[in-house]
T-cell receptor
Framework: KQEVTQIPAALSVPEGENLVLNCSFT??????LQWFRQDPGKGLTSLLL?????REQTSGRLNASLDKSSGRSTLYIAASQPGDSATYLC???????????FGTGTRLKVLA | DTAVSQTPKYLVTQMGNDKSIKCEQN?????MYWYKQDSKKFLKIMFS???????INETVPNRFSPKSPDKAHLNLHINSLELGDSAVYFCASSQDVGAGIYEQYFGPGTRLTVT
């Protein structure tokens, strides 16, 4: 049974810092991994999707990497800004299923 | 030009009532999902439809019944509401489920409060 964990659960950083969010999963047989952000009281916004055959994806100041063999993904945010404050969620689509399993989320606060 | 929309945004009701939440997507996607986010913000899939066919039916009380009248709509009907049903319910869609190459797009959520 796939389990997805995100560490840390919460993180506060000063503006301008580079930071890394972690996502671990127990079953390495996956189709893809998707990173989302969720603002308070809002829905989820897709940030990046990494297919199982890919090692990383980049969008602006965001870079997501995937290491299937170790069951890990990282989301790197460069030059953080207060507008990056949100909860970041990773979700894994396990091979042979249609179900995305979500992680527990990391609540990020970027201080001005 | 909302991609995935849900109505209502807030729903407050008493125990024992029956209620429905509606979801519509204008992205032309074939697959739609219902998720439940509990008070600890944990998001868990409930149902998924692909081309109006049910493909995921998680361990959800049978008081919950999804209905997909067409590919663009997926509604959730809940009978005999209980206190534990209070949560935020999210609808999502993706172009398809095959090969895992398609992103999911989420609606804004419906906050259900059962009193």
């Amino acid at each position: 049974k796939q389990e997805v964990t995100q560490i840390p659960a919460a993180l506060s950083v000063p503006e301008g810092e580079n930071l890394v969010l972690n996502c671990s999963f127990t079953d390495s047989a996956i189709y893809n991994l998707q990173w989302f952000r969720q603002d308070p009281g809002k829905g989820l916004t897709s940030l990046l999707l990494i297919q199982s055959s890919q090692r990383e994806q980049t969008s602006g100041r965001l870079n997501a990497s995937l290491d299937k063999s170790s069951g890990r993904s990282t989301l790197y945010i460069a030059a953080s800004q207060p507008g990056d404050s949100a909860t970041y969620l990773c979700a894994v689509l396990t091979s042979g299923t249609y179900k995305y399993i979500f992680g527990t989320g990391t609540r990020l606060k970027v201080l001005a | 030009d909302t991609a995935v929309s849900q109505t209502p945004k807030y729903l407050v009701t008493q125990m024992g009532n029956d209620k429905s939440i509606k979801c519509e997507q204008n992205l032309g996607h074939d697959t739609m999902y219902w998720y439940k986010q509990d008070s600890k913000k944990f998001l868990k899939i409930m149902f998924s439809y692909n081309n109006k066919e049910l493909i995921i039916n998680e361990t959800v009380p049978n008081r919950f019944s999804p209905k997909s009248p067409d590919k663009a709509h997926l509604n959730l009907h809940i009978n005999s509401l209980e206190l534990g049903d209070s949560a935020v319910y999210f609808c999502a869609s993706s172009q398809d489920v095959g090969a895992g190459i398609y992103e999911q797009y989420f609606g804004p959520g419906t906050r259900l409060t059962v009193t």
